[in-house]
Structures are given as structure tokens and as C-alpha cells.
């Protein structure tokens, strides 16, 4: 793991962000990650776009996944049309918006690897099956940044607290 300048832990040192998304207090909430790691001279795809750093809003999102909803919200996507057809949206625009942000560079070398699929078909957070949610703490950072319908469902909940902290990250609220 490595270190964000904003002190916010990430599962990898070779991939670039910065924050999105900030707390009403002003410390960072989302960060928006470029789609290639550089590790090991090379160039690999990184699907996550959106990575959720509140930890209070990690720790909600948590507890809602234990709680079942997962498995709820594919419930609902797959009973609801017009949410599946939303939610196909949501996953179309996050692959449009994760290409974008490639290099001409990064995308031919991905290509001349045949790595592409997992950015230019895969949709949220690089899962396959669209009906499928892999997890909900990439939709909620999803969401956050851009707005979703699986991040509405969540909202909905009403079990994700604004954050909590004072706007000095030094003293916690």
C-alpha cells in the first residue's frame, strides 16, 4: 500500500489519483484513479475510476454489504427495468470516462498487449457481469463523483452519515 499526499491509504503505489470529491469539512471523500498502473516499466490496467476514501463512509458502506443489500440491489436491478437500463448507463458512461483519460502511449501498448477488455468493456470497478455488483463501495464513490442508481438505493438507506470530522484533520470531531 501506499500513501495519497492527503495521508489517505491506496492498495497501490503505482497508480495516480487525486481527489473528486471532498467532505462538507473539506478533507478528501473520493478519489478519481487513472486506468494504468506503472509498475514494473510497464503500462497495466487499473478498471477502478472512482476510489472511496472517507473511512466513516467506508465503514457505512461496509456495514450495509454485511447487512445483505448486495444481493438486494441485484434483486431490484434485475425485477426493474428501467433501473437495469440506468444502471447500464451508469456502467456505459464510467467505461467512456476511464478511456478518455488514457494516452495515446498507454493505449497502444495496451493494445499491443491485448489488454484493453478491461477497460473498454468492463464497467464499474472492471466487473464483467453488469448485472452482477462486485461491490458497493465502488458504486457509492460512483456515485458520489457522478450520480448512479445503485448510489441512490444506498442514499435511500439513509445509513451513510455525513462525514463527521472537523475541518481540521488533526482533530476528529
Not at 17 to 34: F, Q, T
Request: proline share 5%.
Amino acid at each position: 500500500m501506499s500513501t495519497h499526499e492527503h495521508g489517505i491509504r491506496l492498495v497501490h503505489d503505482d497508480v495516480r489519483s487525486d481527489v473528486e470529491v471532498r467532505c462538507p469539512a473539506g478533507h478528501p471523500l473520493v478519489l478519481k484513479c487513472h486506468p494504468v498502473r506503472t509498475g514494473n516499466g510497464r503500462f497495466e490496467p487499473f478498471p477502478t475510476l472512482w476510489w472511496l476514501v472517507c473511512p466513516q463512509v467506508v465503514e457505512a458502506i461496509s456495514r450495509i454489504e454485511h447487512a445483505g443489500w448486495i444481493h438486494r440491489f441485484e434483486e431490484r436491478l434485475a425485477a426493474d427495468a428501467e433501473a437495469r437500463a440506468q444502471h447500464e448507463a451508469d456502467h456505459d458512461a464510467y467505461v467512456l470516462e476511464r478511456g478518455a483519460l488514457l494516452s495515446d502511449e498507454e493505449r497502444a501498448e495496451l493494445e499491443a498487449r491485448g489488454l484493453t477488455a478491461s477497460l473498454a468493456e468492463r464497467g464499474i470497478g472492471g466487473i464483467r457481469d453488469r448485472r452482477r455488483l462486485k461491490c458497493l463501495h465502488l458504486h457509492y464513490a460512483h456515485h458520489l463523483a457522478r450520480g448512479s442508481v445503485v448510489g441512490r438505493w444506498i442514499d435511500e438507506l439513509g445509513a451513510v452519515a455525513p462525514c463527521a470530522a472537523s475541518a481540521d484533520p488533526a482533530r476528529p470531531a
